[in-house]
């Protein structure tokens, strides 16, 4: 049999060589920002890792100590937003991932707090892009991973912040892959359900207390409810995800949504 032509097609292998590359992680001292910015350093990236906690991303950069790339600790509040657009400035893939969330019923949740919440996930995403879309588009290849939640695809109740915040991230990276098409860059949301991070821990412990059940009956009965798949998703998982989107075999894959979230979109 005549093996079939590849002259003129694409390059369809999966590839995970990212040397040269330069990545933006935000929130990577912990939980999905960490796993992802070690897998994008496994691969051969520079990566900024952006985060307030400045004792997060010291062991952040102990921990990658003998990878293929290099991990670049930024100490940066993302409420400075004019501080977040230049830290992306020159980045090649920017994964916006920081997040924060109180679980709290509207009447009686704080006005600052949903501010705060809506600054961090969704106004600081907006400086992110527009500082790094210059040097994206000027190359002609550019990455935007925002790291969104199955809360960007369903609402849950006592969650108005983080639920309003995801949501309009899921519009932000939309817009985004259509105004960056010509140019060659991508963005995609990738959405997770309940991944095993101090976030899910809290929430675990908020809801428990809410609810006066042990956290494990909260996590069978309450967080994982609507999930086929009863377990928590691994921070690894996601950070495998966002690495093949960067991969030549994702190059079609934007203004979408990627969700691991067990079947829980499903129903």
């Avoid at 006005?111 to 996930?121: D, R, S």
């Avoid at 939640?149 to 939309?174: C, D, I, N, T």
């Avoid at 809290?202 to 069978?220: C, F, G, I, S, Y």
């Amino acid at each position: 049999m005549t093996a079939p032509t590849t002259s003129g097609s694409p390059d369809h292998s999966v590839r995970a060589d990212l040397a040269g590359r330069t990545a933006l992680v935000t929130g990577a001292a912990g939980g999905i920002g960490r796993a992802c910015a070690l897998r994008l350093a496994a691969a051969g990236a520079v990566v900024r890792a952006v985060d307030r906690d400045a004792e997060g991303l010291s062991a952040l950069v102990k921990q990658a100590d003998g990878l293929a790339g290099s991990i670049e600790p930024v100490e940066l509040d993302l409420t400075d937003l004019t501080a977040a657009e230049e830290a992306a400035r020159g980045a090649d893939i920017l994964v916006n991932n920081a997040g924060l969330q109180l679980v709290r019923p509207i009447e009686d949740f704080p006005p600052e707090v949903f501010h705060t919440v809506l600054t961090v996930m969704l106004e600081a995403p907006f400086r992110l892009i527009r500082g790094a879309l210059p040097h994206m588009y000027a190359q002609g290849w550019g990455r935007i991973v925002n790291i969104s939640s199955v809360h960007g695809l369903r609402a849950s109740p006592f969650k108005s912040a983080y639920v309003a915040a995801k949501h309009g991230l899921e519009g932000l990276s939309k817009t985004a892959a259509l105004e960056g098409a010509p140019h060659g860059v991508t963005s995609v949301c990738v959405n997770p359900g309940y991944v095993r991070t101090p976030l899910v821990e809290k929430q675990l412990a908020d809801q428990a207390a809410a609810h006066a059940l042990p956290e494990e009956r909260v996590l069978a009965e309450v967080l994982l409810k609507d999930t086929a798949i009863k377990r928590l998703v691994e921070p690894e998982e996601v950070a495998e995800t966002v690495l093949f989107l960067c991969t030549p075999a994702a190059s079609f894959i934007t203004g979408t949504s990627v969700s691991l979230d067990g079947g829980w979109t499903a129903h």
